[in-house]
């Protein structure tokens, strides 16, 4: 049991370019969530979903897109991206309110990214 | 809005010393608070949490309780180990089925032997 994952662990990307970052659970969670991680700002959330097929934006969206194809997977997306995005990004996933603990959210280990 | 206000880091302490964090919020209706801790390099770990008023959450020797008449979830330890070192941050979710969380900005923790 892996638990949630994270691809790549670390990136260096140029401003303009694009890139995906994966996230994979393997605990059958309905809700997936990614996040950006930045100095004495905590962390906020970008996009969410919900299910499979489903998302949602969160509190930080711009410059990112997402797709839940497949419930395991939550991918997030930089069209173009910006040295404002430089930052540490993290998946989480849970499960749906109708199981134990509903509100604990399960962490990836973290992609960090670095844009010139 | 939902927020959480935690105190302002870094905090450095010796071994065996007694640690507070601080950490209020604000939010309608009776959210359920957490607290999470992380390592260096890794990701965050749910450290323990409380649903409603007057839980006391705990976990590794860590005690939180949710206190609503002063919306407080301060995390405590009585003797903190250099492997404690570490961010902690504070969250709530609001509650009545909504589970997202919002998150203070963390407090870094240095323990030295």
């Not at chain 1, 489903?54 to 930089?78: C, H, I, M, W």
């Not at chain 2, 649903?51 to 976990?59: I, L, M, Q």
Request: glycine content about 10%; charged content about 15%.
């Amino acid at each position: 049991n892996a638990g949630v994952t994270q691809t790549p662990k670390f990136r260096v990307l140029k401003t303009g370019q694009s890139m995906t970052l994966l996230c994979a659970q393997d605990m059958n969670h309905e809700y997936m969530y990614w996040y950006r991680q930045d100095p004495g700002m905590g962390l906020r959330l970008i996009h969410y979903s919900v299910g499979e097929g489903t998302t949602a934006k969160g509190e930080v969206p711009d410059g990112y897109n997402v797709s839940r194809l497949k419930k395991q997977n939550f991918l997030l997306g930089l069209e173009s991206a910006a040295p404002s995005q430089t930052s540490v990004y993290f998946c989480a996933s849970r499960r749906s309110s109708g199981g134990p603990s509903p509100e604990t959210q399960y962490f990836g280990p973290g992609t960090r990214l670095l844009v010139l | 809005g939902n927020s959480v206000t935690q105190m302002e880091g870094p905090v450095t302490l010796s071994e065996e010393a007694f640690l507070t964090i601080n950490c209020t919020y604000t939010a309608t209706g009776y959210p359920s608070l957490f607290w999470y801790v992380q390592y260096p390099g890794e990701g965050l770990q749910l450290l323990l949490k409380a649903t409603k008023a007057d839980d006391k959450g705990s976990n590794k020797g860590f005690e939180a309780t949710y206190r609503k008449e002063t919306t407080s979830f301060h995390l405590e330890k009585g003797s903190v180990q250099v492997s404690d070192s570490a961010v902690y941050f504070c969250a709530l979710s609001p509650g009545a089925g909504s589970y997202q969380l919002t998150f203070g900005k963390g407090t870094k923790l240095s323990v030295i032997p």
